[in-house]
């Protein structure tokens, strides 16, 4: 049955339910989700198709914002995540050759960080951990999606649980599942965007030179480059460059690349040693027609993907998990459905729009500074010399940057 069909259907007898509602994936955004929710009253399944300790092998690492360190905080779980993470202090940004720099200082903000760099597993662990303190969720894990049947009252989920197979009724299900997910497939949900030119290269390098907890923004024709500082003197580097460029380069060997690489880093901090393997992967930015429909939320990448470009992605799905939580927790102490409609909706109208705001400023931002087409190479460094010169324009560009900027989530007050 499609979600659109509700109304001509015939009322049924109430749906009885094993949940509140279900989480289906299991990463940082639906961990959040989930932790969130501790002490709501509410019943929460979380479904993770990957076996529990595989989930944190993944050789990844993030931006982690202000706010998202706020809602780590009022969770319950950022004093866990903060030995394991780099807090960075300053923030240079520049572009390509140019003489100007950005920097952005502590005293801009009148905080003890401008913003924090975790790997996956130093952010995935700790709330995998706190989980554990959450009597009112189940993980399900390894635990597969088969099937997903939507009613006026309910969502009814087919699971493969290794050998076995389970069916649990929701009254919500909430879509965590990744860009390409399932979930927002099956319900018929459309997205808008489209493909970038270009490839993103990662890499764990360590430099002979201490990083100081500085991170690196350079805009150069081909593509972003950001250097960001990692606990024990490593950096993780972040490399845009046009597809088949990208693809050349992780083809070279060590040597050739760390020749390559040295060129666009600079020598501020010696000669680069490289640790682990390189990466490569496609860009994408994606914005979902619809967030919400009856029964049904998305949240993460499921809801929206974008160039990772000042490290926005992970950030907009931990706020989406925030607001849906505060969202889920008022409805319920109201005692409203929380898969209704109207409910969701709420969710809808506070995240949509500030995701499209981040959306729209990440595109402009390598659209602008990718090329070098003359009369784009003349505003950027007039915005450049804005930065530097008129300081509420540069405090206005460094809150949107960090997420102080949009409607923070209230949680604290909800546990």
């Known amino acids: 049955m499609t979600l659109e069909q509700f109304s001509q259907t015939p009322i049924a007898p109430q749906m009885q339910y094993d949940y509140d509602l279900a989480i289906v994936g299991g990463g940082i955004v639906g961990l959040t989700l989930a932790c969130a929710l501790k002490n709501s009253g509410l019943r929460v399944a979380l479904i993770e198709a990957k076996p529990y300790s595989a989930a944190a092998k993944k050789g990844q690492a993030y931006a982690v914002h202000l706010l998202s360190r706020q809602i780590f905080q009022d969770i319950g779980v950022w004093e866990q995540i903060l030995p394991q993470i780099a807090t960075c202090r300053r923030v240079c940004l520049s572009d390509a050759e140019y003489h100007r720099v950005v920097e952005f200082q ?85 997205t808008r965007g489209w493909q970038y ?49 990208a693809k050349a380069l992780v083809a070279l060997d060590d040597e050739r690349f760390l020749a390559e690489l040295q060129r666009r880093y600079g020598d501020q901090m010696g000669q680069l040693e490289l640790e682990g393997e390189r990466f490569v992967f496609s860009v994408q930015l994606m914005q979902s027609d619809r967030y919400v429909l009856p029964r049904l939320a998305l949240i993460g990448d499921a809801a929206h993907c974008c160039h990772p470009v000042g490290g926005q992605g992970l950030n907009m799905g931990i706020r989406d998990a ?83 900027g949009g409607r923070p989530p209230q949680l604290r007050e909800r546990f």
């Open 197 to 245: 030119w270009q490839s993103c290269i990662v890499a764990f390098v360590k430099p002979e030179k201490p990083h100081q907890d500085t991170a690196y923004e350079r805009f150069w024709p081909s593509g972003p480059f950001a250097i960001l500082p990692l606990p024990g003197n490593r950096c993780r580097i972040v490399w845009t460059a046009p597809h088949e460029e």
């Open 106 to 190: 502590l005293s801009d903000l009148g905080t003890e960080a401008l913003v924090y760099v975790a790997e996956h597993k130093a952010l995935l662990l700790p709330l995998q951990d706190f989980l554990q303190g959450c009597d009112n969720v189940s993980y399900l894990c390894p635990a597969e999606v088969i099937e997903t049947q939507y009613n006026p009252d309910g969502v009814k989920i087919s699971l493969s649980l290794g050998t076995e197979s389970r069916t649990i009724r929701v009254r919500l299900l909430v879509a965590a599942d990744g860009a390409r997910s399932r979930i927002r497939t099956d319900a018929g949900i459309k």
């Open 322 to 404: 925030a607001a849906l939580a505060q969202v889920l927790q008022s409805a319920h102490h109201s005692g409203e459905d929380i898969g209704d409609l109207q409910v969701l909706k709420r969710y809808e109208r506070w995240r949509q729009r500030e995701n499209l705001t981040i959306l729209g400023f990440t595109d402009f931002l390598d659209r602008i500074f990718s090329n070098n087409w003359l009369p784009l190479v003349a505003v950027r460094r007039l915005g450049l010399w804005l930065l530097l010169k008129v300081r509420p324009f540069k405090i206005f560009a460094l809150k949107l940057m960090t997420g102080l």
